[in-house]
């Protein structure tokens, strides 16, 4: 990726910071360490390990006001809003569908409200759309194609167990459960997209450049998906690469509109294989 980090779309707050490497080197620190934080799932039967997750979050806020980075105090400022909605949603037991709304929803209204102030600015370039480039299209397209087929042929190798959600979807009359899928895959990205390709790749891009900001949101991506599906360390690798080539498609594009397309695109590809192939 010789040319993302001069690309004429990338803006001032996707290149590295030249000033002060200790505080960006801190900064970068912090902002990876919130997104660990963020991709660590909660779970209501072990207080301990909620305990210590929220701790720690805790320890790296105060790192990052102290440090007065603006990337890590921008990133603080959405993931701390994020892990406090999936906390309320664990803990006060939530339908996924709520907790799926109050984290598209809360995070982003926080960014936004408390990073009008001048030291913050911009809070939230990201979330313009941007513009579709000569490669969005086969790119976007080969993406979709070919994350449906190595899924496809991972499930037929694998055979995972579905999940609960996906056991309730093969319940229904084939068009109900692609009606449940498509709303799935239109909401759900709604809040990875502002958090990976928006939050994270911008924020690590500002202090550690654009290839770092891709390469560690997409790993962070994979981590994030180790139980899902497809799941493991296979399943890490695709979505990895996923994230990637995601993450590729935001910084071409100069927002989070493409990505985001996309990401509805192939998840409604993965519900329906998992549909189709998981009986």
Not at 203 to 220: N, S, Y
Request: charged share 10%.
């Amino acid at each position: 990726m010789p040319e993302l980090e001069h690309s004429s779309l990338a803006t001032a707050s996707d290149r590295p910071s030249m000033a002060r490497p200790r505080r960006a080197v801190g900064a970068g620190l912090c902002t990876l360490a919130l997104g660990a934080c963020a991709i660590v799932p909660l779970r209501p039967e072990d207080p301990t390990r909620s305990g210590v997750l929220v701790a720690a979050a805790a320890v790296v806020i105060g790192a990052a006001v102290l440090l007065r980075s603006a990337e890590a105090i921008r990133t603080s400022l959405f993931i701390g809003p994020l892990l406090g909605c999936f906390a309320i949603g664990a803990l006060g037991d939530l339908p996924p569908a709520v907790t799926t709304v109050l984290v598209s929803v809360l995070p982003l209204t926080c960014l936004l409200l408390i990073g009008r102030s001048a030291a913050l600015r911009p809070a939230a370039h990201w979330l313009r759309p941007g513009v579709v480039t000569r490669e969005a299209p086969w790119l976007g397209l080969a993406t979709v194609l070919l994350s449906g087929a190595a899924l496809t042929v991972w499930a037929l190798v694998v055979r995972p167990e579905p999940a609960e959600y996906l056991r309730e979807l093969q319940r229904l009359p084939l068009w109900l459960a692609i009606l449940g899928i498509a709303g799935f895959a239109v909401v759900n990205p709604v809040w990875e997209e502002l958090l990976f390709r928006g939050v994270l790749l911008s924020e690590l891009a500002a202090v550690w450049g654009a290839r770092a900001g891709v390469v560690l949101q997409a790993a962070l991506f994979g981590v994030a998906h180790f139980a899902g599906f497809p799941s493991g360390v296979v399943g890490m690798i695709m979505a990895g690469s996923w994230g990637f080539a995601l993450g590729v498609m935001r910084l071409r594009s100069g927002g989070v509109l493409i990505p985001y397309l996309v990401h509805v695109a192939a998840n409604l590809v993965i519900g329906t294989v998992a549909v189709l192939v998981l009986r």
